[in-house]
């Protein structure tokens, strides 16, 4: 099987109106970006939704601090980062991520510090404002039933704080 290049991945947690975790995704020049309230599972068992928000540069994928008013206010931290690779299949071939995003179903491996193997986006429906996405782990090696990193890993990867240590210091 034919795997892409790796691209950036980020998964930033953020206590805006109500704590969530940004999935960013490098497409192409920017981050595809999914809300997903409850973080991302390491359960292949877990279905977690994941509603798309609007792309973010590129330059954001190392942002950690307070976003001090208006859409997305609040505290931002990198909880894991690393790349992926494009694994989504079609008749034997690799189809482009972009692609297979607008076609409503991408299957990735993460490399990232916290969470690495295959996870799986699959566009669910839409509301007036947003399209709604499942993100679940796939059956593989890197499935951990016992795993929880996102409430025994809560610190960013790059500064070692918590969200609660960035508001307070920022």
Same mark, same amino acid.
């Given at each position: 099987m034919a795997r892409s290049r790796s691209n950036l991945f980020v998964i930033q947690k953020h206590a805006a109106s109500t704590l969530h975790y940004d999935f960013r995704l490098q497409v192409g020049q920017v981050l595809r970006s999914w809300a997903v309230p409850k973080g991302p599972s390491t359960d292949?068992?877990?279905?977690? !939704?994941?509603?798309?928000?609007e792309d973010h540069s !590129?330059?954001?994928a190392r942002f950690e601090g307070v976003i001090e008013s208006g859409y997305g206010a609040g505290t931002v931290i990198v909880w894991d980062i690393g790349s992926y690779e494009n694994l989504t299949q079609r008749d034997g071939r690799t189809v482009p991520i972009a692609r297979a995003l607008k076609d409503g179903h991408a299957v990735i491996e993460l490399h990232g510090e916290k969470l690495y193997g295959g996870y799986a986006l699959t566009r669910v429906g839409a509301t007036r404002e947003r399209e709604r996405w499942i993100l679940v782990k796939t059956r593989g090696d890197a499935a951990?039933?016992?795993?929880?990193p996102v409430s025994t890993q809560p610190e960013s990867v790059l500064s070692g704080r918590t969200i609660e240590e960035v508001a307070a210091g920022d």
């Open positions: 292949p068992r877990h279905k977690r !939704l994941a509603m798309a928000v !590129l330059g954001y951990d039933a016992r795993r929880n």
